[in-house]
């Protein structure tokens, strides 16, 4: 049949699990970053935010999704510590 797919291979699985690997590494770090901002950052309401897309939002969204989601959420936290440490 023409239009039948190759069975995945190891290399496509291996792939898959490094960049899965890389991302739940990199939100354990944003994780600790969010953490280590302190009380300040606690009453701003982007904490929260921040903690909903590393949470809930990270684990709903597909794989190819979940960077952008990190990256969303490493510029909300980048902008909380600007903003904490201002005030």
Do not use: C
Not at 24 to 39: N, P, W, Y
Not at 67 to 81: C, G, S
């Amino acid at each position: 049949m023409p239009h039948r797919r190759s069975p995945p291979t190891k290399t496509r699985a291996a792939s898959f699990r490094s960049r899965y690997d890389a991302l739940e590494q990199r939100r354990d770090e944003l994780i600790g970053k969010l953490s280590a901002l302190g009380e300040k950052a606690l009453a701003h309401p982007g904490h929260g935010r921040a903690r909903t897309l590393l949470n809930a939002t990270f684990r709903k969204a597909s794989l190819a999704q979940r960077a952008a989601v990190l990256e969303a959420a490493d510029w909300l936290i980048t902008l909380l510590d600007r903003t904490t440490t201002m005030l």
